[in-house]
């Protein structure tokens, strides 16, 4: 039998990995029903795929397939172990799902439109498969790499190597398409730096307490995240003080007020509104 902590990390793996299916469902859907029919244009290996099928309508579900594999095992290496078994899971999802909704067509008249939507629902699904710690391989592969190594945020350089295979088929789409292409790309960075960054919005908590100890082991046992105890001094009376310190989710602010609310109700709260969170518990580094 599984331990609790291997409980615990099968259950994250396997949110994990539904997270990834459904993201890489949400973005072969958009490209059969939307960014093929509108000819548009797109970044990374799926744009590749796509000019290969406007050029010699070779499927793009194969060309997606054989290239983001052979991108793998050239970049598997600058990728942790998780993230690669989680690339994969992406990769064979996202070319059979390109493969099952090839018929799946919305049929719209205004590209605009249809651009806005693509990139809505585009910006979803690679951002939940981000999310999960994984990549749908190609320019996120090397979105990944430039995150790691040169501190660049994961959306935008994914974008700017989607940029130069989309600049690439202008000859294909010509330069209407082209633009609209661009419009779709910067509304999914946007949506897809929202799910990465901002779906879960954070609180940073700060306790001055004289049941400290007690706040904290309830803080641990009941919402089961992490407390820093950090130490400080009134200005005033001039005594030691421990200070408690920690990082929540913000749908569960109310249960901590009522936690601090049950042990001490003289105890002293500063709630800190929080960007981002790397870590356990949170989103992987």
Request: net charge positive.
């Amino acid at each position: 039998m599984l331990k609790k902590g291997g409980k615990k990390k099968l259950k994250k793996c396997l949110k994990d990995i539904a997270m990834i299916l459904v993201g890489s469902f949400l973005f072969a859907a958009a490209v059969n029903m939307f960014v093929i029919p509108l000819e548009f244009g797109e970044g990374g290996v799926t744009g590749l795929s796509i000019i290969f099928y406007y050029m010699f309508e070779i499927a793009p579900w194969l060309t997606n397939l054989v290239l983001n594999a052979i991108l793998l095992l050239v970049g598997y290496k600058y990728l942790d172990k998780k993230t690669t078994i989680y690339t994969v899971v992406a990769v064979a999802s996202n070319s059979l799902f390109l493969h099952l909704t090839t018929t799946w067509v919305v049929n719209v008249h205004e590209l605009i439109i249809g651009s806005i939507f693509a990139g809505i629902i585009i910006g979803i699904g690679i951002g939940l498969v981000l999310r999960a710690g994984g990549t749908t391989a190609g320019s996120a592969i090397l979105g990944r790499i430039a995150n790691k190594y040169l501190d660049w945020n994961v959306s935008y350089a994914i974008l700017f190597f989607d940029l130069i295979v989309v600049f690439a088929s202008y000859f294909i789409i010509g330069a209407e398409k082209l633009m609209f292409t661009i419009v779709m790309l910067y509304v999914a960075t946007k949506v897809m730096d929202f799910v990465i960054e901002g779906l879960n919005t954070k609180k940073a908590v700060t306790i001055i307490s004289s049941c400290k100890d007690d706040i904290a082991e309830e803080i641990n046992h009941t919402l089961d995240r992490g407390v820093t105890i950090l130490n400080g001094r009134g200005h005033y009376s001039k005594e030691s003080k421990e200070i408690l310190y920690a990082v929540i989710q913000k749908q569960e602010l109310m249960r901590l007020k009522k936690i601090i609310k049950k042990i001490d109700r003289d105890a002293f709260v500063v709630v800190h509104d929080v960007r981002d969170v790397f870590g356990e518990g949170f989103v992987n580094i």
